[in-house]
């Protein structure tokens, strides 16, 4: 299992590697757009990635997984560039739409393959630590995409940030191709030479199969709720740029306070493998914690913005404890999902995991309303506190909804 590891840590780790993801809302800021433009732009991407979700995850259960993970990175360059080319509105618009079709393509995708190697060798118990390593890779890339923003921007302004950015997006993509063509999940329908194409009859297969199991299946349908819930409420960090800028530092520290919450997402990515043998109620107390440290680090972050003698030592304790309790949701998030993975019994993993993507979009919709119209009255600080307690209640439902473990496949460890 080393070496699906390791490629799992290449792509999820080059696909994170990007400096504009530490400056994107100020490039759309720098270039006029106000808070409720800037909403309205990630609720298009949302929007995209909701039409598409569940459609693309019962393609992913049907043609190779690898070549849509290809297709998914080739898209995030083009929208790159779009940016680069064309900085306006439209241009960010049109990119967002591009962004949300390769999302789409990957949501699901990428689980489905990494869990469906994992069974063919009855090692899915090895799953979350796996997934735990590529995640803590995104996080550990974006922390250094992040800290590399500074300097680029420095020497090149957007521009460079974004050339730099379409590049390592390419390279994804190359990298995309290490990835195995895993088997299918068992229960996958047979061929056949009735007249019907067989990739349309198999597409309509895996999309009821996935939906069936999605609605019939307690466990699942909570799971599915639940890691929709735990992914959708972090869209709130979209605007954790906008929240160190209210603060009242300068563009250039901006990436090092988002670095921060980085560092703190990465630390409960990588623990993701130790505490996914943690009782349901013992996950819900380190979420719910992780949920008051959120909204306290806000609240930190944004009294900065009226003490300017205060501001830098305010906005770091502030972002200090927003990454705590952003680690622990990630945390959790990455549990939640292995527990998920573990209840599907059915063919359509992609499906199903799809399904819990569609939802998590919903939620991301309603952070991005709530930000918008919270804004209109509300201060950055006080509008992303408010998106924190949403956390609380997450945490109070952990307890019943989250899947049972399964048992680990005999003759294996962790």
């Known amino acids: 299992m080393r070496g699906l590891a390791i490629r799992a840590v290449l792509v999820k780790g080059s696909r994170e590697f990007i ?31 909701f039409v598409l979700e569940v459609p693309s995850g019962a393609w992913a259960d049907t043609v ?27 241009g960010f618009a049109l990119g967002f739409v591009l962004w ?11 689980e ?20 735990g390593y590529a995640r803590a890779a995104a996080e550990s890339t974006v922390v250094v995409a992040i800290l590399a923003a500074a300097p680029l921007y420095a020497l090149g302004g957007y521009a460079l940030v974004g050339w730099v950015s379409v590049a390592i997006a390419v390279a994804h993509t190359a990298i995309c191709l290490l990835l195995p063509d895993a088997p299918r999940s068992a229960g996958e329908p047979e061929d056949t030479d009735d007249a019907e194409p067989t990739t349309i009859r198999r597409y309509l297969t895996m999309l009821r199969a996935g939906l069936g199991e999605t609605m019939r299946v ?7 709720v639940l890691v929709a819930l735990l992914f959708g409420i972090t869209a709130y960090d979209e605007y954790f740029a906008l929240l160190a800028q209210s603060a009242g530092v300068s563009t250039t520290v901006v990436p090092v306070l988002i670095g921060i919450t ?39 972050a944004g009294a900065a913005a009226g003490r300017p003698e205060l501001a830098y030592p305010l906005a770091v304790a502030g972002f200090v404890a927003i990454a705590a309790g952003y680690g622990t949701m990630l945390n959790a998030e990455v ?33 991005f309303g709530v930000a918008a119209l919270a804004g209109v ?24 909804w989250l899947p049972r473990r399964r048992a680990r496949v005999a003759g294996t460890s962790e």
């Open 19 to 49: 400096p504009l993801y530490a400056l994107y809302a100020l490039l759309f800021a720098d270039h006029g757009l106000n808070t409720a433009q800037i909403s309205s732009l990630l609720a298009l991407w949302s929007v995209t990635s």
């Open 64 to 90: 190779s997984r690898r070549l849509l993970l290809v297709g998914s990175g080739a898209l995030v360059a083009a929208a790159f560039t779009l940016w680069t080319v064309t900085p306006s509105y439209l």
């Open 100 to 110: 949300g079709v390769s999302s789409a393509l990957e949501s699901g995708t990428f």
């Open 112 to 131: 489905a393959l990494v869990y469906d190697s994992l069974a063919a060798e009855q090692r899915t118990d090895a799953y979350p630590r796996i997934m």
């Open 218 to 224: 307690r466990r699942v349908r909570r799971g599915v």
């Open 262 to 300: 980085v560092v703190g997402s990465m630390t409960g990515t990588l623990l993701a493998g130790r505490t996914s043998s943690l009782p349901a109620r013992t996950l819900a107390r380190m979420v719910g914690v992780g949920g008051v440290l959120f909204v306290g680090g806000s609240l930190v």
């Open 335 to 367: 549990v939640s999902d292995a527990r998920l993975q573990d209840a599907i019994e059915g063919p359509a993993r992609a499906t199903v995991t799809s399904v819990s993507g569609l939802l998590a979009e919903v939620v991301s919709l309603a952070v």
């Open 377 to 400: 009255w509300l201060s950055m600080s006080v509008t992303l506190a408010l998106l924190g307690t949403a956390v609380l209640v997450i945490a109070a439902l952990m307890p019943g």
